[in-house]
C-alpha cells in the first residue's frame, strides 16, 4: 500500500506517472499520455459544492479533479497488448459550457519507447470503448506519417459497442475517425480470451458495449474497469454516476457489485482515470469500502 495518507493525498491531486506492477511472469503498465479536469460535482452530478469543500484532499489547487489519460500495456514474453490508446496529440482548454477543464494527451508514444516498445510492435490494441480519450492514438497516424502508429495492430472493440457506432457518431464521435478504425477493427465477445490471461468482460452502462479487462496471473487477477468507475471516491460512493455515463442506473448497479468484487482476495483493480492511484484494492474501513492505492513500480 501506499507509504503514508499525506503521499496519498498528494497522488490523488496529480496525473499518474509510469507505473508497473507483475502478475506472475506478465508484466502490466500504466503508459501516461496525459490528463484531463473535471468539475467535480459536474462530473458527478449527485454531489455538491459542500461534499468537495470537507474532501479537498481529491481537487488540484484550481479546484478540479485530477483524470489520468493512457493506456494499459499487458507484456508476456516477447509479445505485447495494449488496452485503450489515450487521447492522443490533442490539447482542449477549459470549456465553461462543458463539465470538463483542460484536457491534454501526446506522451503515449514516447512513454511505450520508455517501456522498450515500438508502437509498431504492439500486435492488438483493445478499447473498452468509443469514446474520444480511450481511443486517441488508434485513429491518429504515427508522428511524421501517414500510416496509423499502431501499424500491424488489430483493434479489438466490444461487438455490442461496435455495432452501436452510429449512435456515438450521432453523439460526436467524427466520421473521419471511425473511418481511420474501421479497417483495423475485429470485434470481441463477452468471456472471449483476447491475449494469453486477459478476458474480455461486457459491462454495459458507461456505454452500450463498454467493456472490463481481466487479466491473471501468479495467482492474482487484475480487473482493468475502465470508466465503470471515473474516481476513487466512487468506491466509496458506488451509487454515483459520472455525467458521461450513458445508463446511469445500469453504470451504479454494475459499480456496486465491482466494489464488492475488489474486496475479495488476490484481486488487484485498474482505474484508468484515478490520478496517480491507478492500481489499487479495495478494503473496508470504519466507513465502509474505500480505495487502497498499491505501491508500484515507477517504470
Known amino acids: 500500500m501506499v507509504n503514508s495518507a499525506a503521499d496519498q493525498d498528494e497522488r490523488l491531486r496529480r496525473p499518474a506517472g509510469l507505473r508497473s506492477i507483475w502478475l506472475g511472469d506478465t508484466k ?8 484531463i479536469q473535471g468539475r467535480p460535482s459536474a462530473w458527478l452530478p449527485d454531489t455538491t459544492d459542500e461534499f468537495w469543500a470537507a474532501h479537498s484532499e481529491y481537487l488540484d489547487a484550481s479546484g478540479y479533479l485530477v483524470a489520468s489519460l493512457g493506456g494499459l500495456l499487458v507484456e508476456h514474453g516477447d509479445r505485447a497488448l495494449l488496452i485503450d490508446a489515450g487521447f492522443g496529440p490533442h490539447s482542449l482548454p477549459a470549456d465553461p459550457g462543458t463539465p470538463n477543464g483542460a484536457m491534454h494527451g501526446g506522451a503515449l508514444l514516447a512513454n511505450l519507447g520508455k517501456l522498450g516498445h515500438r508502437p509498431e510492435r504492439i500486435e492488438a490494441v483493445a478499447l473498452s470503448h468509443l469514446h474520444p480519450d480511450h481511443l486517441g492514438w488508434a485513429a491518429h497516424p504515427a508522428p511524421g506519417g501517414d500510416r496509423p502508429a499502431f ?24 466520421k473521419d475517425v471511425l473511418a481511420a478504425l474501421a479497417p483495423h477493427v475485429r470485434t470481441i465477445a463477452d468471456g472471449q480470451e483476447i491475449f494469453p490471461g486477459v478476458q474480455v468482460r461486457i459491462t454495459a452502462g458507461h456505454t452500450t458495449g463498454h467493456a472490463e479487462f481481466i487479466i491473471t496471473g501468479g495467482g492474482t487477477r487484475l480487473i482493468a474497469f475502465g470508466d465503470s468507475m471515473h474516481s476513487p471516491i466512487q468506491v466509496d460512493h458506488p451509487e454515483w454516476s459520472c455525467v458521461y455515463d450513458h445508463d446511469p442506473a445500469r453504470s451504479a448497479g454494475h459499480r456496486r457489485s465491482l466494489v464488492a468484487e475488489l474486496e475479495e482476495p488476490d484481486t488487484i483493480g485498474f482505474g484508468i482515470h484515478f490520478a496517480d492511484v491507478v492500481f489499487g484494492q479495495v478494503r473496508r474501513d470504519g466507513h465502509g469500502p474505500a480505495w487502497r492505492p498499491l505501491d508500484t513500480e515507477n517504470s
Open 28 to 35: 502490466v503498465s500504466f503508459v501516461p499520455d496525459g490528463a
Open 151 to 174: 501499424a500491424h495492430a488489430d483493434y479489438l472493440v466490444p461487438e455490442p459497442e461496435w455495432a452501436q457506432h452510429a449512435l456515438l457518431e450521432a453523439g460526436g464521435l467524427p
